[in-house]
């Protein structure tokens, strides 16, 4: 074998033991998981049932097709209702979101700004009105949904309890609406139940912090007040929220048993702009907390861990998937057009890209089938889409590396994704 050929085979060994050192402890994770659903007697410490009062908000852009369905699952809880208020802020619509939410039973504002576009500015504008004309209501935390979700009617009792055993934040377990569309909508769900079940549950158990994830959370009301409002504008608030809490030694809870479904996106157009927009917002998000991230592995005196583990969750595996793309494709290149000479170089680097797609394909394909064995009830679809999914399952999930790669050079912006499932709750799960 010629030098080149043998310089492709030792980087690529060299890049498999860095991804399987840097994500070692998430196999931990898996069996702290395992432990925990095989005890089914497993319930988190519900004691302290203090009813405190919430405001729910909403940030919503032209949903006035789904925004109902949300409204009436809030109303439906088993909760008294004279403790919940339902906020929603029409933000830059230009159909009937607000007078359908108003409808439905919620306060409405609407907000009118080209400049200061995504969600988090919407946050924080209902935020600030909330503190200056209901201050009086006393609220303990806020919940924060997007106008396309639903919740299980005992959502916010569930929440509540983890709330009062003294988490600050408390995300909870994010299931889909249209899980049954396609494999796109299914490579999402498989995804958000992973991460609800094998890496925030082991990180609640582990008592190390959890991380919220786009929306279906509830934060302290003296929080948000010592923020000064929602100041987080990246393109992934809810990525950038968790790593300043983190870093600030904040513990965020995760409820298992608080259930709420969102819609997700069924074209791969769709998908791949949002994809983009996470993964632009993932680069953002480190390149503004990546040191004090980094100092906090070894200097947090809280959640030294919990830094490592956000950190691994928003940088490497892209940026060492483009590293490998980049080197294993120049060596193929060069091969190609006899740069560098050595008959093997083409068949070995092309051997070393196959063989590290198909690693990672059946990585995926054994998490996806864990995943949806576990949660087989939890599902709802039929039988055979949720064995059919977990083949596609690593194929949506390989579709983030060019993403990734695309991130790094493209100009990202804000845009919304168009919401048509308006299901009620019984229409998911029935």
């Known amino acids: 074998m010629d030098s080149a050929a043998t310089f492709i085979n030792n980087f690529n060994t060299i890049i498999f033991l860095i991804f399987l050192l840097l994500y070692a402890y998430q196999f931990v994770y898996m069996f702290v998981a395992f432990k925990i659903k095989k005890n089914k007697k497993y319930e988190q410490n519900q004691q302290n049932t203090q009813l405190n009062k919430y405001a729910v908000v909403i940030a919503a852009r032209n949903e006035e097709l789904v925004i109902r369905q949300l409204i009436k699952s809030i109303k439906n809880q088993k ?7 339902i906020f929603v802020v029409a933000d830059n619509c230009t159909d009937n979101t607000a007078e359908a939410a108003k409808q439905a039973g919620a306060t409405v504002r609407k907000r009118f700004n080209k ?11 209902m935020f600030n009105i909330i503190e200056k ?6 609220y303990a935390g806020y919940f924060v949904f997007d106008a396309d979700n639903l919740l299980d009617e005992h959502y916010i009792a569930r929440m509540n309890a983890t709330f009062n055993n003294g988490y600050r934040v408390v995300t909870s377990y994010r ?3 249209n899980f049954d569309q396609n494999w796109i909508s299914s490579g999402y769900a498989l995804w958000f139940l992973h991460e609800a079940e094998y890496l925030n549950l082991p990180r609640m158990s582990l008592h190390t912090s959890c991380a919220i994830s786009g929306t279906g959370f509830l934060v302290h009301a003296g929080l948000i007040k010592k923020n000064g409002g929602w100041i987080h504008h990246l393109l992934t608030e809810d990525i950038e929220f968790s790593v300043s809490q983190i870093i600030k030694g904040e513990k965020i809870g995760y409820c298992r048993n608080a259930v709420f479904y969102d819609e997700q996106p069924v074209t791969f157009k769709q998908s791949w702009r949002q994809r983009l927009r996470w993964a ?4 953002q998000v480190f390149g503004n907390y990546g040191k004090k991230l980094i100092s906090g592995i070894f200097t947090g005196k809280r959640n030294n861990f919990s830094c490592y583990d956000i950190a691994m969750t928003i940088l490497p595996a892209a940026l060492i998937s483009f590293l490998s793309i980049t080197v294993n494709g120049f060596f193929f290149l060069a091969g190609t057009l006899e740069i560098i000479e050595g008959k093997n170089i083409i068949s070995t680097t092309a051997a070393a890209f196959l063989s590290s797609v198909g690693w990672i394909y059946v990585i995926l394909f054994i998490l996806g089938v864990i995943t949806t064995v576990t949660e087989w009830k939890e599902i709802h679809c039929s039988r055979w889409k949720k064995v059919a999914y977990t083949t596609t399952f690593p194929l949506f999930m390989l579709t983030y590396i060019p993403i990734a790669v695309t991130a790094l050079f493209k100009d990202v912006k804000w845009k919304p994704i168009t919401h048509t499932v308006a299901k009620s709750v019984e229409d998911v799960r029935y």
């Open 280 to 283: 632009k917002g993932f680069y």
């Open 79 to 85: 909760y008294p209702n004279d403790l919940i208020d």
């Open 115 to 125: 400049n200061q576009v995504g969600k988090g500015y919407a946050l924080n504008y």
């Open 175 to 177: 299931n889909s609406k």
């Open 133 to 138: 004309e209901y201050e009086s209501k006393g």
